[in-house]
Protein backbone atom coordinates (compact mmCIF):
# COMPACT_ATOMS: atom_id res chain seq x y z
CA UNK A 1 0.00 0.00 0.00
CA UNK A 2 3.04 2.39 0.69
CA UNK A 3 4.09 1.65 -2.70
CA UNK A 4 1.38 3.05 -4.16
CA UNK A 5 0.76 5.90 -2.66
CA UNK A 6 4.37 6.74 -3.22
CA UNK A 7 3.55 6.42 -7.19
CA UNK A 8 0.75 8.58 -7.04
CA UNK A 9 2.83 11.06 -5.12
CA UNK A 10 5.65 10.87 -7.58
CA UNK A 11 3.18 10.99 -10.64
CA UNK A 12 1.64 14.12 -9.04
CA UNK A 13 4.81 15.99 -8.42
CA UNK A 14 6.01 15.46 -12.00
CA UNK A 15 2.19 17.05 -13.35
CA UNK A 16 2.65 19.84 -11.20
CA UNK A 17 6.54 20.59 -12.67
CA UNK A 18 5.66 19.96 -16.18
CA UNK A 19 5.37 23.20 -18.06
CA UNK A 20 1.85 24.36 -19.59
CA UNK A 21 2.14 25.82 -23.05
CA UNK A 22 0.89 25.83 -25.55
CA UNK A 23 1.08 27.47 -29.70
CA UNK A 24 -1.43 29.97 -31.17
CA UNK A 25 -1.70 30.66 -34.61
CA UNK A 26 -3.68 33.71 -35.96
CA UNK A 27 -4.86 32.76 -39.99
CA UNK A 28 -6.79 32.91 -42.30
CA UNK A 29 -8.50 30.54 -44.80
CA UNK A 30 -6.81 32.03 -48.09
CA UNK A 31 -3.13 32.66 -46.95
CA UNK A 32 -0.19 30.69 -48.32
CA UNK A 33 1.88 31.00 -45.33
CA UNK A 34 -0.63 30.44 -42.92
CA UNK A 35 -1.08 27.17 -44.82
CA UNK A 36 2.59 26.14 -44.71
CA UNK A 37 3.08 26.84 -41.11
CA UNK A 38 -0.32 25.15 -40.32
CA UNK A 39 0.91 21.93 -42.43
CA UNK A 40 4.11 22.00 -40.70
CA UNK A 41 2.55 21.79 -37.14
CA UNK A 42 0.78 18.80 -38.35
CA UNK A 43 3.11 17.74 -39.80
CA UNK A 44 5.46 17.64 -36.20
CA UNK A 45 2.17 16.43 -34.47
CA UNK A 46 2.26 19.64 -32.65
CA UNK A 47 -1.24 20.69 -31.05
CA UNK A 48 -1.91 24.34 -31.70
CA UNK A 49 -5.19 26.78 -31.39
CA UNK A 50 -5.95 28.25 -35.27
CA UNK A 51 -7.84 31.89 -34.85
CA UNK A 52 -8.99 33.08 -38.19
CA UNK A 53 -8.79 36.59 -37.91
CA UNK A 54 -11.53 37.07 -40.84
CA UNK A 55 -14.48 34.76 -39.48
CA UNK A 56 -14.08 34.57 -35.64
CA UNK A 57 -14.96 37.99 -34.73
CA UNK A 58 -13.18 37.41 -31.21
CA UNK A 59 -9.93 36.41 -32.89
CA UNK A 60 -10.10 39.53 -35.30
CA UNK A 61 -10.39 41.58 -31.90
CA UNK A 62 -7.22 39.68 -30.22
CA UNK A 63 -5.49 40.12 -33.58
CA UNK A 64 -5.74 43.60 -33.45
CA UNK A 65 -5.23 44.70 -30.06
CA UNK A 66 -2.00 42.56 -30.00
CA UNK A 67 -0.77 44.12 -33.29
CA UNK A 68 -1.72 47.22 -32.45
CA UNK A 69 -0.58 50.11 -35.06
CA UNK A 70 1.79 47.71 -36.60
CA UNK A 71 1.22 45.40 -40.14
CA UNK A 72 -1.38 43.08 -40.37
CA UNK A 73 0.91 39.92 -41.49
CA UNK A 74 0.17 36.49 -40.90
CA UNK A 75 0.11 33.98 -39.93
CA UNK A 76 1.30 35.14 -36.56
CA UNK A 77 2.36 32.49 -34.36
CA UNK A 78 2.62 33.53 -30.70
CA UNK A 79 4.06 30.30 -28.31
CA UNK A 80 2.84 31.05 -24.84
CA UNK A 81 3.59 29.68 -21.14
CA UNK A 82 2.17 29.36 -18.32
CA UNK A 83 3.24 32.04 -15.85
CA UNK A 84 4.35 30.29 -12.11
CA UNK A 85 3.42 33.05 -10.56
CA UNK A 86 0.40 34.15 -12.00
CA UNK A 87 -0.75 30.95 -13.50
CA UNK A 88 -1.89 33.32 -16.44
CA UNK A 89 -0.73 32.35 -19.94
CA UNK A 90 2.58 34.27 -21.42
CA UNK A 91 3.61 34.92 -24.52
CA UNK A 92 6.96 34.11 -24.56
CA UNK A 93 7.76 34.41 -28.27
CA UNK A 94 6.49 35.54 -31.49
CA UNK A 95 6.46 34.04 -35.35
CA UNK A 96 5.23 36.49 -38.03
CA UNK A 97 5.69 35.27 -41.74
CA UNK A 98 7.67 32.71 -40.60
CA UNK A 99 9.68 30.62 -43.22
CA UNK A 100 9.23 26.56 -42.48
CA UNK A 101 13.04 26.30 -40.79
CA UNK A 102 12.58 29.36 -38.75
CA UNK A 103 9.03 27.81 -37.88
CA UNK A 104 10.74 24.53 -37.35
CA UNK A 105 14.21 25.81 -35.08
CA UNK A 106 11.51 27.59 -32.89
CA UNK A 107 9.69 24.41 -32.16
CA UNK A 108 12.93 22.82 -31.38
CA UNK A 109 13.87 26.40 -28.92
CA UNK A 110 10.56 25.28 -27.21
CA UNK A 111 10.90 22.15 -26.75
CA UNK A 112 7.55 20.83 -28.85
CA UNK A 113 9.93 18.96 -31.57
CA UNK A 114 13.45 17.62 -30.44
CA UNK A 115 16.39 19.01 -32.43
CA UNK A 116 18.51 16.83 -35.38
CA UNK A 117 21.68 18.06 -33.97
CA UNK A 118 22.33 20.65 -36.25
Same mark, same amino acid.
Given at each position: ?5 ? &?????? *? ?5 ? $??? +? ?36 ? &?????? *? ?5 ? $??? +? ?12 VTIDTLIEPAPEVLIMAL ?11
Open positions: MLWLMI &RILSIT *IVNMLQE $IKD +IIVYCTLWCGDCKTSKAILRQKNVAFVEKDIETNLEAK &REFLEL *IGDGPHR $IPR +ILFRQEDGSTHGMQAHGYIPSDGK
